[in-house]
């Protein structure tokens, strides 16, 4: 720039794709009727690198930690879909099914 040119930060296109899909996953493993099949198969996905989030990951307690630390959802769309609300209701019945336990 101090020569008079332009500073162009460029993200590729690819990486945004990455990362819509990493948030789609995210979107769909915190619904309650896809969430059970995402997270096994994300299960799947790090028991190799992984294994012991793997594990916990199976768990009620790591389905309530997934919810509350990873499925973070603040854009409108989220918010229209009424994803929080979902999210509190799962953790709230998984945390009554344990209680029960």
Not at 37 to 64: F, N
Not at 68 to 85: I, K
């Amino acid at each position: 720039r101090h020569h008079g040119g332009k500073f162009v930060l460029r993200i590729e296109d690819t990486d945004c794709l990455i990362v819509l899909v990493q948030e789609a996953d995210i979107m769909a493993s915190a619904l309650p009727w896809t969430g059970q099949d995402l997270t096994l198969r994300l299960a799947r996905e790090w028991a190799k690198i992984m294994p012991e989030r793997a594990r916990a990951l199976l768990t009620p307690q790591g389905r309530v930690a997934f919810l509350r630390d990873a499925a973070l959802f603040t854009s409108p769309a989220s918010n229209t879909l009424g994803l929080n609300q979902i999210k509190k209701e799962q953790i709230a019945a998984i945390e009554c099914q344990e209680s029960f336990n």
